[in-house]
């Protein structure tokens, strides 16, 4: 692929040529309307309360049924009949088209090969005149940045007229088709690889339940007998945070069983401030939430960061030693569906919910012994390294596409 961004800058045909271009094609880009690319239809709603209207094979779709990461998927869960049609204000959008949320979700895209029904909160593409899922591409670059500046305003949609209103700028139809081609191929990839995480990830889970069934009743305990609970940050104010000491964030703790040394926010320390670090081996809880079963949520600290700090809205538990309980295996034993089941009780409230530690430091629950954890976690980590890098190429594809948009189109 030929990087143009260099010889665009001083090109008298600036704003005609994409920034990076396939080498067998040249020649300007042709301007457009959205309008002139097909036939424009909306969609509605039959009636919710006659059952008859949703038995059918036709799918229906609403705008939660759309991905903004992807325009080829979409989730069909209602199907409806053609009496639905003819008596409701949805029409058939006959395939390939291109489905635009216009209202609710607005900026949601759709590719669709296969003949569909949607809600009013679409304005969809049919008859298409050009490549649509080059289209769909493009729309989705253009789309989103209009989702973005409705952000913050009165403004809850897009109208039929503003859609038509796009200016788009188009290549040949070779050249559609090749770029449409290659940026699909990056998108298939993203998918096998989110599938791999999704199924990688549901082994360790089983695993690690039917490992702790087994070998997970050898010794009693309670924390209260293994260490202490200490605080995250505290005194910190939004001006305080974006540069200074790494700490780990809420999200990083909410998403992880394992925490290394990446991923991290950063907050200023002054020297002489006390505030508690994370040390080796620390497990990490949510401590408040909306729902009760997401609080007690915990990642273990297996890096080697020298100066680390943990945000204001999780705790720290501290083993006093590693001779009953392997830091290694913690990630595990705190993520299982029987300690789960464990520390649910313990997230109490009523509009929101928060971990009562000190219940929880007295309650007792079973471990394996030592050498059980440690063949338990070397089993385990070695899937969790797998689905490490698997999510670094996942991250690196989406970052690649990201990058492919915004260079590939003008």
């Given at each position: ?18 920034n990076m271009r396939f080498p067998e094609f040249d020649g300007e880009w042709e301007e457009i309307l959205l309008g002139s690319a097909g036939d424009f239809i909306g969609g509605g709603t039959p009636s919710t309360s006659n059952i008859d209207f949703w038995m059918g094979d036709i799918p229906w779709l609403s705008s939660s049924d759309l991905e903004e990461s992807n325009i ?279 509009t929101r919910y928060n971990l009562s530690r000190t219940d929880l430091m007295k309650r007792k629950f079973c471990i394996p012994d030592i050498e059980n954890q440690r063949k338990i976690a070397t089993l385990l980590s070695n899937l969790s390294n797998k689905l490490k890098i698997e ?20």
């Amino acid at each position: 692929m030929q990087d143009n961004r260099k010889n665009k800058k001083n090109s008298p045909n600036s704003g005609k040529y994409p920034n990076m271009r396939f080498p067998e094609f040249d020649g300007e880009w042709e301007e457009i309307l959205l309008g002139s690319a097909g036939d424009f239809i909306g969609g509605g709603t039959p009636s919710t309360s006659n059952i008859d209207f949703w038995m059918g094979d036709i799918p229906w779709l609403s705008s939660s049924d759309l991905e903004e990461s992807n325009i080829f998927k979409i989730n069909v869960s209602k199907y409806i009949n053609l009496n639905s049609i003819e008596n409701s204000a949805t029409k058939l959008c006959a395939a390939p088209s291109i489905l635009i949320v216009s209202r609710v979700g607005v900026g949601k895209i759709a590719f669709s090969n296969i003949d569909v029904c949607t809600s009013q909160d679409f304005t969809n593409i049919i008859n298409l005149k050009y490549d649509g899922v080059f289209l769909s591409y493009l729309l989705s670059i253009i789309l989103k940045r209009k989702s973005k500046e409705a952000q913050g305003t009165s403004i809850k949609g897009i109208t039929s007229f503003e859609i038509k209103s796009i200016k788009l700028k188009l290549p040949k139809t070779k050249e559609q088709q090749k770029i449409a081609t290659f940026l699909s191929l990056i998108d298939k990839r993203i998918e096998v690889s989110s599938k791999i995480i999704a199924h990688t990830e549901t082994l360790i889970q089983n695993l690690n339940n039917l490992l702790k069934e087994k070998y997970g009743n050898d010794i009693e305990i309670n924390l209260n007998s293994l260490g202490n609970f200490y605080s995250g940050l505290s005194g910190k104010n939004a001006d305080d945070f974006g540069d200074g000491k790494p700490f780990i964030t809420y999200l990083n703790v909410f998403n992880n069983n394992i925490i290394s040394d990446e991923e991290f926010g950063y907050v200023k320390i002054d020297e002489n401030e006390k505030q508690n670090a994370v040390k080796y081996g620390d497990a990490l809880f949510t401590i408040s939430s909306e729902t009760p079963e997401e609080v007690g949520i915990s990642a273990v600290y297996l890096g080697n960061e020298k100066e680390l700090y943990l945000n204001s809205f999780c705790l720290g538990f501290r083993l006093d030693n590693f001779n009953t309980l392997l830091p290694e295996y913690l990630p595990y034993l705190f993520s299982s569906q029987s300690f789960r089941k464990f520390i649910f009780p313990f997230a109490q409230g009523s509009t929101r919910y928060n971990l009562s530690r000190t219940d929880l430091m007295k309650r007792k629950f079973c471990i394996p012994d030592i050498e059980n954890q440690r063949k338990i976690a070397t089993l385990l980590s070695n899937l969790s390294n797998k689905l490490k890098i698997e999510k670094t190429l996942l991250l690196s594809y989406k970052q690649q596409k990201s990058f492919l948009l915004q260079n590939m189109f003008i």
